[in-house]
T-cell receptor, first 111, second 115 residues
Framework: RKEVEQDPGPFNVPEGATVAFNCTYS??????FFWYRQDCRKEPKLLMS???SGNEDGRFTAQLNRASQYISLLIRDSKLSDSATYLC????????????FGSGTQLTVLP | DGGITQSPKYLFRKEGQNVTLSCEQN?????MYWYRQDPGQGLRLIYY???????QKGDIAEGYSVSREKKESFPLTVTSAQKNPTAFYLC??????????????FGPGTRLTVL
C-alpha cells in the first residue's frame, strides 16, 4: 500500500463548480499535512498547510480526519486558473527526511 | 529576490556521461532536498541535507551523488551508474528540520534527457 494515496483523476469540471479531492495516508504517526499545486511542467507550489481539523483560505478548504487518516481539499467557485495537479503531502513525526508526496490529482476547469 | 534557483532548465546527456545539476538558495534555509519526478508519478526523494557537510540518502539514491559544502548550495551529480536518468529533477529547501509545518519550497526544476 502506498504511504499517501490520491485519486489520479482527471477531474473535469465546469467553471464555477465545487470540486473535492480526497487523500489517504497509511502512517498513523503522520503529523503535518499539506496541499501543493503543480502546473504542467512546473515545480510544486505550496497551496495550504493543514493543521488541527482543517482550515480555510478563500475558496479553498482543507479538512483533516485523523481517525480515518484522510485529508480533503474542497475548491469552491472553480476558476479556469485552478486547472493543475494537486499533490497531497504528509510529514511523519520525527522524520528528518520530511515529506512524502502523493502522485497527485489532475483538475481541469472547463469554460 | 529570495528564492531557489536551479540550472540548467534543460539538460541533454549522452549515455555514459556524468552530469551535475545546480541548486542554489538565498533563503538562509538549513535543509535542502533533491527529488525526481517521472510522468504520472509522485516526487521521490533522492538525497537530503539537514546541515552543511552532512547529507543522507533518500529512497532512490543509487546512481546519484551530492555535496553540501556551503549552506546555499546543494549540487546533484547524476552518474553513469543511474540506469534510467531521464526525468524532471526538483530541488527544495526548508527553514529547518523537525517541528510543526516546516514546509518545503521548490526551485523551477531541471529536465534531464539522456540521448
Amino acid at each position: 500500500r502506498k504511504e499517501v494515496e490520491q485519486d489520479p483523476g482527471p477531474f473535469n469540471v465546469p467553471e464555477g463548480a465545487t470540486v473535492a479531492f480526497n487523500c489517504t495516508y497509511s502512517n498513523s504517526a503522520s503529523q503535518s499535512f499539506f496541499w501543493y499545486r503543480q502546473d504542467c511542467r512546473k515545480e510544486p507550489k505550496l497551496l495550504m498547510s493543514v493543521y488541527s481539523s482543517g482550515n480555510e483560505d478563500g475558496r479553498f478548504t482543507a479538512q483533516l480526519n485523523r481517525a480515518s487518516q484522510y485529508i480533503s481539499l474542497l475548491i469552491r467557485d472553480s476558476k479556469l486558473s485552478d486547472s493543475a495537479t494537486y499533490l497531497c503531502v504528509v510529514r511523519v513525526s520525527g522524520s528528518a527526511r520530511q515529506l512524502t508526496f502523493g502522485s497527485g490529482t489532475q483538475l481541469t476547469v472547463l469554460p | 529576490d529570495g528564492g531557489i534557483t536551479q540550472s540548467p532548465k534543460y539538460l541533454f546527456r549522452k549515455e555514459g556521461q556524468n552530469v551535475t545539476l545546480s541548486c542554489e538558495q538565498n533563503l538562509n534555509h538549513d535543509a535542502m532536498y533533491w527529488y525526481r519526478q517521472d510522468p504520472g508519478q509522485g516526487l521521490r526523494l533522492i538525497y537530503y541535507s539537514q546541515i552543511v557537510n552532512d547529507f543522507q540518502k533518500g529512497d532512490i539514491a543509487e546512481g546519484y551523488s551530492v555535496s553540501r559544502e556551503k549552506k546555499e548550495s546543494f549540487p546533484l551529480t547524476v552518474t553513469s551508474a543511474q540506469k534510467n536518468p531521464t526525468a524532471f529533477y526538483l530541488c527544495a529547501s526548508s527553514p529547518r528540520t523537525g517541528g510543526i509545518g516546516n514546509e518545503q519550497f521548490f526551485g523551477p526544476g531541471t529536465r534531464l534527457t539522456v540521448l
